[in-house]
């Protein structure tokens, strides 16, 4: 798995690179060798923030934490990540690794059971899809008091989602064809 270290804020020591490796590496044999981790830093205030994206086969893992130590956010997304592949197993078996992914559930048990739920979808809208600027569906969202918003965008006539970053800022998903 290739790691990419990006900081803000902060300077990354190597005794914390060589910590995400050894944490990272149980996840090492479910996901390929092309697998790449996102591995992002941030301080803001007294606050670290770690920010894992790990990207394996199209399919993308993302945890993020905050704590007063950057030691222990890290511990606290990996443990979101384990949860993540523990809850979504029997999924994941079809797409990853399944030898792989039984294994690290057995050599890294949890305490709490993680129900396997179907995904219930409890209701299917359809919406009409505008032409829109990114500016004017960001307020059509804001209009409607919504997260996200899906509009067609009207310089590359795309269906897009524009959708609020708890942050407070915008984000703005784009299809790519990969």
Known sequence: ???????????LKDN?????????????RIFGEDATANVTVTVH?????VEVTIRDNG??????????????????????LGGLIRKNKTRLEKRI????????IE?????????????????TKSIPVKPLSVEEAILQ???VGHKFFMFRN????????????????????IPDEE
Not at 1 to 11: C, D, L
Not at 16 to 28: A, C, N, T
């Open 154 to 173: 009207a310089h590359t006539d795309d269906i897009n989602v524009v959708y609020c970053r708890n942050d407070g800022r915008y984000g703005l998903l």
């Open 97 to 104: 690794r399944s030898v792989a992914v039984e294994s690290f």
């Open 107 to 123: 050599e890294n048990p949890v305490d709490v059971d993680i129900e396997e739920d179907e995904f219930d979808v409890a209701k």
């Open 59 to 80: 399919l993308v893992y993302r945890a993020e934490g905050s704590c007063d130590e950057m030691n222990e956010a890290l511990d606290k997304v990996i443990d979101i």
């Open 1 to 11: 798995m290739k790691i990419i270290y990006t900081a803000r804020k902060v300077n």
């Open 45 to 49: 205030k007294n606050r670290q923030t």
């Open 16 to 28: 914390f690179k060589e910590r995400v490796e050894k944490k990272l590496g149980k996840f090492e």
């Open 141 to 143: 969202m804001n209009m």
